[in-house]
T-cell receptor, first 112, second 111 residues
Framework: NAGVTQTPKFQVLKTGQSMTLQCAQD?????MSWYRQDPGMGLRLIHY???????DQGEVPNGYNVSRSTTEDFPLRLLSAAPSQTSVYFC???????????FGPGTRLTVT | SQQGEEDPQALSIQEGENATMNCSYK?????LQWYRQNSGRGLVHLIL?????REKHSGRLRVTLDTSKKSSSLLITASRAADTASYFC???????????FGKGTRLSVIA
């Protein structure tokens, strides 16, 4: 199993540009989440999904969209990038109600 | 803030010593988990303790949970240089909502 994969590893955007961060898992996990990690702030939940077709907002959802058309994929869309979205983004998945989450390697995003 | 808090923010010890990190949280929980993050990497799950458990062991790790004080501690015994990392506690609150993470403790183990 590849586990949780994220692409790209690094990305630089200009203010106002849009892009999609990709996340995929091959463990048939129902639950998937997106977090952002900023220095000194820990991890903050952006959006999560409890199954295909079902998504919900986390603590910091503004400026981001998600969809879950398949069990495997959970892309995160930045609608109009802002410097405040400069961060490291982690995707995670779990099979059972957010017990033992498996994390991807992260995407480091810089918005200039 | 919905986050829990780890204490201390940073800890530096010699190899072979024990390391203790504490975590406090705000609301009733279903379970509490500890994760490790090596620099520049994703988080790795270490151990989970349920709300009806008081202590759990896994190798050199010992976790305690005091739900009356809304706190947990992680003890790493006989630390090694490879234990150098950031350690996060995370809670699954009642209703099985997603994990809420604290800000982490940065552990440095000096050889």
């Amino acid at each position: 199993n590849a586990g949780v994969t994220q692409t790209p590893k690094f990305q630089v955007l200009k203010t106002g540009q849009s892009m999609t961060l990709q996340c995929a898992q091959d463990m048939n996990h129902e639950y998937m989440s997106w977090y952002r990690q900023d220095p000194g702030m820990g991890l903050r939940l952006i959006h999560y999904s409890v199954g295909a077709g079902i998504t919900d907002q986390g603590e910091v959802p503004n400026g981001y969209n998600v969809s879950r058309s398949t069990t495997e994929d959970f892309p995160l869309r930045l609608l109009s990038a802002a410097p405040s979205q400069t961060s490291v983004y982690f995707c995670a998945s779990t099979s059972t109600r957010f017990y033992e989450q498996y994390f991807g390697p992260g995407t480091r995003l810089t918005v200039t | 803030s919905q986050q829990g808090e780890e204490d201390p923010q940073a800890l530096s010890i010699q190899e072979g010593e024990n390391a203790t990190m504490n975590c406090s949280y705000k609301t009733s929980i279903n379970n509490l988990q500890w994760y490790r993050q090596n620099s520049g990497r994703g988080l790795v799950h270490l151990i989970l303790i349920r709300s009806n458990e008081r202590e759990k062991h896994s190798g050199r790790l010992r976790v305690t949970l005091d739900t009356s004080k809304k706190s947990s501690s992680l003890l790493i015994t006989a630390s090694r240089a490879a234990d150098t990392a950031s350690y996060f506690c995370a809670q699954v609150r009642r209703g099985n909502t997603p994990l809420v993470f604290g800000k982490g403790t940065r552990l440095s183990v000096i050889a």
